[in-house]
């Protein structure tokens, strides 16, 4: 068995369980305050919120415990009543290990059960004392990026046990379409895709790039106009234009889209880093910011000649299957090591 825990922020997290636990042998166990999908035919425990406090009274609660952890509010019931369901769960599942997507107190919670834990690797700057508990007690590091992409300064322990499986996408073992061809005179595509995690991208400032690039129709998605089939609006792009989260960088990879990737603020510079990557790499144009409208006609272009072949270096179209590859294996090791545990009536007994 595995414990699977789900951030409730943005919808990265929850895509990305899904999408590994589309191919584990081993059954699995959401753990969230998010409801459960309505796709979702496992074992689901819903979890209280934390996050229900006023702000003033957060700031007076010492949410970060002097600096040692993320988001531990005093006196917040969703807090106290979220660590006793998980707690209660891992003493009568008896699950092999804990994935946690992602939450340093639930890191923790879970390895002082007892439980083999394996933390989903985020990029950014992760060398703070909070995120280094998480990385160092993890049992390994699961990385939906290649190595290359954000490792520059981690401890050797951390690489150690790093399991950089690549982009892990819904759409990965589809085969990319063709580039698109373009009759002379014609107006190209850009799809621009926007998260559930917030935007610091206005609407003025994305209707002021449309009219610096008259030749290209944007077509815009994200929470408020959703797609009714994304990969065929990938499919339907000359170039995407996407924030930097994992998960839309990944769908982006699986397609082998030419794309400009825009960072969107975020703890710990995570898109910038994601942006910085990608450009680094050479599989995408990458930008730390929005750009101002006089930039996109070039940007556009420097996508569309870096082409979208480049994905492969970012996406292996397995990271999914990988992931749950590793998972399963580690299962399967601790499954044998508890059978030989005995339980503790037994060992009164032979003693």
């Known amino acids: 068995m595995i414990g699977y825990y789900v951030h409730h922020q943005g919808l990265g997290h ?80 008896r699950p092999s290990l804990v994935v946690v997507d992602v ?11 007892g439980v083999p834990v394996v933390v989903l690797a985020m990029p950014g700057v992760r060398t703070d004392r909070t ?29 150690a046990k790093l399991w950089a499986v690549g982009g892990l996408s819904r759409f990965d073992g589809r085969r990319p379409g063709p580039a698109r061809s373009v009759a002379p005179g014609a107006r ?18 994305v209707a002021a790039a449309r009219a610096a690039t008259p030749g290209w129709k944007w077509v ?37 889209r030419p794309a400009v990737v825009v ?20 599989v995408a144009v990458g930008v730390g910011t929005w750009p101002d409208a006089a930039d996109w006609a070039g940007l556009l272009d420097r996508a569309l000649s870096r082409g979208g072949e480049g994905w492969r270096r970012w996406s292996t179209g397995h990271g999914a299957a990988s992931a749950a590859s590793r998972l399963d294996a580690m299962v399967d090791r601790h499954r044998a090591t508890t059978t ?7 060992a009164r007994t032979a003693s």
Not at 57 to 64: E, K, Q
Not at 76 to 85: E, I, K, S
Not at 190 to 196: C, H, Q, T, Y
Not at 263 to 282: K, S, Y
């Open 14 to 93: 929850l895509t990305r369980l899904q999408a590994v636990a589309a191919h584990l042998r081993s059954p699995v166990t959401g753990l969230s305050s998010l409801p459960r999908p309505a796709s979702w035919d496992q074992d689901w425990v819903q979890l209280e919120r934390d996050d229900t406090m006023s702000s003033p009274t957060i700031a007076a609660a010492d949410p970060t415990a002097h600096g040692v952890l993320h988001w531990v509010p005093r006196h917040d019931p969703g807090l106290a009543g979220r660590a006793a369901a998980v707690s209660d769960w891992i003493r009568h599942a």
């Open 103 to 113: 939450s340093v107190e639930i890191a923790v919670l879970s390895r002082l059960c």
């Open 131 to 159: 995120h280094t508990l998480a990385y160092d007690l993890a049992d390994a590091l699961l990385a939906p990026w290649p190595e290359a992409a954000h490792t520059e300064g981690w401890p050797r322990a951390w690489r």
């Open 188 to 205: 190209r595509r850009v799809l621009l895709l926007w998260g559930g995690g917030g935007r610091g991208t206005s609407a003025a400032e």
């Open 220 to 256: 815009e998605r994200g929470p408020g106009s959703p797609s009714p089939d994304l990969w065929a609006d990938l499919a339907a792009a000359d170039v995407v234009v996407t924030h930097g989260g994992q998960n839309a960088v990944a769908e982006v990879a699986a397609a082998r």
């Open 263 to 282: 960072a969107q603020p975020r703890p710990f510079d995570e898109q910038v880093a994601t942006a910085r990557a990608v450009d680094r790499l050479g």
């Open 340 to 346: 030989q545990i005995p339980s503790t009536r037994a």
